[in-house]
């Protein structure tokens, strides 16, 4: 898609329903609190939870300008938009643990593949495009895989770019409908070649008279002109039925629950609830499972022995 990754993640900001589905899922995932825990010595005793770590400090605050929810909300937003959730982590030594976490854009993100062990690192590029390298262990990659990149991941609206193109040109459609005239545009024709002074003249009153939605309406009066309708309605267009298809589609490829969204009709209380649970089951748990392996896997690895059985 034109624009690429870049583009994927300003949809976000540009369609309703996206909005809406990307928002709430990302907010409900920061809002779920944390526990570590140390594991059980043997199998019938219980696990014992750890109050006081280094690593609990850490993921409380990321870093000096974001608390956890903050944090949690920002890489979830990428995550359900390109399929990725990257973090920096900043360490005063190599063999060190973090001490700062900070999400990253992934379409400023590299993977710098390896022949034999699959990677060598990361590349960061800037702003400005300066470029960054980085280590394996300066780097947490939270993916949902993609089948034809082993390196990157998948989002949904890669999957539906034509039901997103099509919602906002429609709203932009009828915007200019009201700022137009309120309703369809048409000609207006002379049977002579006017001079510029006759056509700035021209255009200037009829903007004067007609532009806007408070002129709709009104009888146009034209002095050696004829106005010529293009003879088409907003019923021809059938907005509202396009889209309600496309934030059903949107809604689809995110399986989000209908009553998640508002939509209250139709739905009782038995399956409100069934819905929130399926919402709960099938699209918040799978995403903090992701965050938990990130963490269980490669972070507090890097606590040492501080972290044995955690």
Avoid: C
Wanted: aromatic fraction near 10%; glycine fraction near 6%.
């Amino acid at each position: 898609a034109p624009g690429g990754t870049e583009s994927f993640l300003a949809a976000f900001g540009r369609v309703g329903t996206l909005y809406a589905i990307v928002g709430g899922l990302a907010e409900d995932v920061s809002q779920v609190d944390w526990h570590l825990y140390r594991k059980p010595r043997s199998p019938d005793a219980e696990r014992e939870e750890v109050l006081s770590h280094a690593a609990v400090d850490l993921w409380a605050k990321p870093n000096p300008f974001m608390p956890r929810q903050e944090f949690v909300e920002t890489f979830q937003q990428h995550f359900d938009l390109v399929g990725e959730a990257w973090w920096i982590l900043y360490k005063t030594g190599r063999r060190s643990p973090p001490i700062e976490m900070w999400p990253v854009r992934p379409d400023r993100m590299e993977a710098v593949p390896h022949p034999k062990q699959f990677l060598t690192g990361y590349v960061y590029r800037g702003p400005s495009g300066e470029e960054i390298p980085l280590r394996l262990d300066e780097v947490v990659q939270i993916r949902r895989p993609d089948p034809l990149n082993i390196y990157r991941g998948l989002g949904a609206v890669q999957t539906i770019l034509p039901s997103l193109d099509t919602s906002r040109m429609s709203a932009e459609w009828l915007r200019n409908f009201f700022v137009n005239s309120a309703q369809p545009g048409g000609l207006i024709k002379v049977d002579r070649r006017l001079t510029d002074d006759e056509f700035d003249e021209m255009r200037m009153r009829w903007e004067e008279q007609h532009r806007g939605v408070a002129r709709a309406h009104r009888v146009a009066v034209l002095e050696m002109a004829e106005w010529v309708d293009r003879k088409y309605s907003m019923k021809d267009m059938e907005f509202a039925q396009n889209s309600e298809a496309n934030d059903e589609k949107i809604r689809a490829s995110y399986r989000y629950p209908v009553p998640m969204l508002g939509t209250v009709e139709a739905v009782n209380l038995a399956n409100n609830v069934a819905q929130a649970d399926f919402y709960a089951r099938n699209l918040v748990n799978p995403r903090l499972e992701r965050i938990k392996g990130a963490w269980n896997n490669e972070v507090l690895p890097m606590y040492g022995r501080t972290a044995a059985d955690l």
